[in-house]
């Protein structure tokens, strides 16, 4: 089993919108799974997301839905917080109305709705922090704890995503993980463009990324070059801005001035 567990990221905003819908959606699932009396916890079947491909029993089934809950708490608290409550519930309604309409006139269970969801909190993820560090642990069966970058984690992901599509035939299932993949960094690129996620000067997106610009460099502005060179500008800024007439009369500190005045009194 693969799990990501922790994160370099600080909140920027509260995410409290993901802490009540993700235990929503969640119970939502299992519960269209048992109310369609889904052959997907009733049969064996194959598992080709993120817990490599076997096949496992109805009662494993379970964990992996766990699983699966924990994937989508740990990445969509991080992109709530990064696109603003209301965002993320706007984005969750716009996600889960063709899940919901698709169970309501077909009558079953065509994909795990979680899955669409965590790949597309990936995407918004990616898009925001590309270089971030993501603490995992692998279980081979014994524990293996690393940590790795987010580009290479979801790079990792979108590329057993694709080639599980191709070896089932492209079925619309398997291949709408990718898709999904890419449209959460689409929309975060949108939502970036508005002005809608907080971004600091030390953030830097996926876009940056591809275009080369350099991480900045806090080491150097700690420095004492940095700080003289942030004092001589100011000074020099400074003697700009000064007003001719308020420097000061050279010619009353001279000392032939001084003589004159003596010799007149």
Request: aromatic share 14%; charged share 15%; net charge negative.
């Amino acid at each position: 089993m693969f799990l990501p567990y922790s994160y370099d990221i600080e909140y920027d905003r509260r995410p409290w919108m993901a802490y009540v819908l993700v235990p929503l959606i969640v119970g939502l699932t299992v519960y269209h799974l048992r109310a369609f009396n889904s052959a997907y916890l009733t049969n064996d079947v194959v598992v080709m997301y993120r817990e490599g491909v076997r096949v496992i029993t109805p009662g494993v089934k379970w964990i992996y839905l766990a699983v699966s809950a924990v994937y989508l708490w740990v990445f969509a608290t991080a992109a709530c917080s990064k696109i603003g409550n209301w965002i993320f519930l706007f984005l969750m309604i716009l996600l889960l109305l063709p899940l919901e309409l698709t169970w309501y006139f077909s009558g079953r269970l065509t994909f795990q709705p979680t899955s669409c969801l965590i790949q597309v909190m990936l995407g918004i993820c990616l898009f925001f922090w590309p270089t971030i560090s993501v603490d995992c642990f692998v279980t081979l069966p014994a524990k293996i704890l690393f940590s790795l970058s987010m580009g290479w984690l979801v790079t990792f992901w979108f590329i057993v995503d694709v080639a599980l599509a191709f070896l089932y035939r492209w079925s619309a299932a398997y291949l709408l993980l990718p898709l999904c993949l890419l449209g959460g960094v689409l929309a975060a690129g949108l939502l970036n463009g508005i002005g809608a996620a907080i971004m600091d000067t030390e953030d830097r997106t996926l876009w940056q990324v591809f275009r080369g610009e350099e991480e900045p460099d806090h080491s150097w502005e700690d420095s004492w070059s940095a700080r003289k060179h942030k004092q001589e500008e100011k000074k020099a800024e400074q003697n700009r801005t000064q007003p001719a007439d308020e420097s000061p009369d050279e010619s009353e500190n001279h000392p032939h001035a001084k003589m004159v005045s003596i010799k007149g009194k």
